[in-house]
Each structure stands twice: as structure tokens, then as C-alpha cells.
């Protein structure tokens, strides 16, 4: 633990940018698992749907705790970065494709094995739940996952799945409200996603190519540095000239 400190005091730049690139991920992971989890407790009373909900954000906490205890075994496996490169640039392809008619109202728990197996005994309401953990399961696999891809570093890992818990109430919610007024930051998201993405699947080259003048320059501060730039750039870039412009108003919209 002292020595993966020790690299983050000597690599600040590096670790800071891993922190941002999270933060980005963490965020949109958890507006897409919030907007699936409100589509599963959409036919309940107003009242039991908080309540699901709060059992919904337990679990999700649980669960990423859990899944944290085996970060420290996942980091050793190499191909992890670029199946979480993958995984970015899936969440990339399925953003910018034309939305099908079927997926615009999300899950339908009624097709679900454990929800029609657990209803009659349990009830529409935790059958509900049931359904909202076992989700709750598939997404702290895939978030920590994408924290995993990012860094070896264990204390990186769990400063990651921290903010990936803190984005579910906080950074989240303040993400969807910047998005409402300015529409087109969802876009910009979706294009860093994709970068991001790219970088890690171009990982599999300092496993293949070690010492190549393509894979030293990925693996450096420089790239780091730059790919925060990027980043920075692509969501403040279009926010300034939209606020001293009024332009764009809206990227990739209808």
C-alpha cells in the first residue's frame, strides 16, 4: 500500500487524470443505472417506489463493497484493460445508434425469471427489489470493472468506486441537471467515453509490443496529461461558445 501511495505522490499528473477519466465514466454509468432502476419501479405506488429505490442504493453499496474486496485480484489480469476499453466504446456505439422503438422504455421486469418466480410469494414489491439487487449486482460488476481497466493502483481503485457510490446520489444528479440545460454536454460525454475507450483497447499493445514507440508514448505522462486536455476541452469548448454564442444549443439531438 505504502508503494502504490509513493507512486501516486511521484506520478501526481497521471493519478489525477485517472481520478477525472473516473469521474466522467462513474457518472454517466450511474445516470444509466438510476434511468433503469426508476423504469423498474415505475408501476408501483408513489410511496413504495422511494422505498425500493432506498433498498435499490443500499444494495448498490453493498455490492460495490463487496466486488472492491476482489479489485485487489482482478488487477492482475491484464486483458481487463482492454475488455473495459471495449465495454466503453460498446456504451459509445449504443449511444450514437438510432434508439429502437423497444428500448426506449427500458427492462421489462415482467420478463424476468426471478421477478415472475418470486412475485407470488413475495408480492409486486419485493419481487421488485429482488429484481432492483440482482441489477444492482450487474452494475457494481460493471462499474468496478471500468475502475479496474483504468488502474492497478488499489488506492486509485477505491478512490474510483467511492466516487462511482458518491456519483449515484450526487454527481449524477447534477450531471442529468447540467444536461437538461445544456443538452449537448450528453454528447460530448459519449465522445470522451469513446476516447477513453480507445485508449484502453490500445493497451493491448504494451502487452504485444512492449517498448514501441506507440505504446511508450500511451503509457506516458504526456498522454495522460493530454487526454485530460481532451477531456476538459470537449465538455468546456462547446459550453463556452454555447454561453458566449448560443452555439451549439443542442449536439446529436432530434
Known sequence: MYAQL??????????????????????LLSVDNAAVLATLVGDLPAAQ???????????????????????????????LKPLGGLYLLYLCFDYFRATKPEEEHGPDKQKSWLYRSTIGLLGPFWATVAVIELMDVAFS??????VVAFSNNLILICAGVFIGILAMRLVAQAFV??????????????????????????????????????????????????????????????????????WPRRLGGQ
Open 6 to 27: 509513493q507512486d501516486i505522490l511521484d506520478h501526481p499528473l497521471p493519478s489525477l487524470a485517472v481520478v477525472g477519466n473516473l469521474i466522467v465514466i462513474e457518472s
Open 49 to 79: 417506489r422511494k422505498q425500493a429505490l432506498r433498498y435499490g442504493i443500499f444494495g448498490a453499496y453493498l455490492f460495490r463493497g463487496l466486488c472492491l474486496v476482489f479489485a485487489s485480484y482482478l488487477v492482475g489480469f491484464w486483458f
Open 141 to 146: 460488476i460493471d462499474n468496478v470493472f471500468a
Open 177 to 246: 441537471g447540467l444536461m437538461g440545460k445544456y443538452p449537448f454536454l450528453e454528447t460530448a460525454a459519449f465522445v470522451v467515453i469513446g476516447v477513453l475507450g480507445l485508449k484502453l483497447v490500445l493497451s493491448l499493445l504494451k502487452h504485444f509490443a512492449p517498448g514501441h514507440p506507440v505504446s511508450d508514448f500511451l503509457d506516458s505522462e504526456a498522454a495522460d496529461a493530454g487526454l485530460t486536455v481532451l477531456t476538459i476541452a470537449t465538455f468546456g469548448v462547446p459550453l463556452l461558445t454555447s454561453r458566449l454564442l448560443g
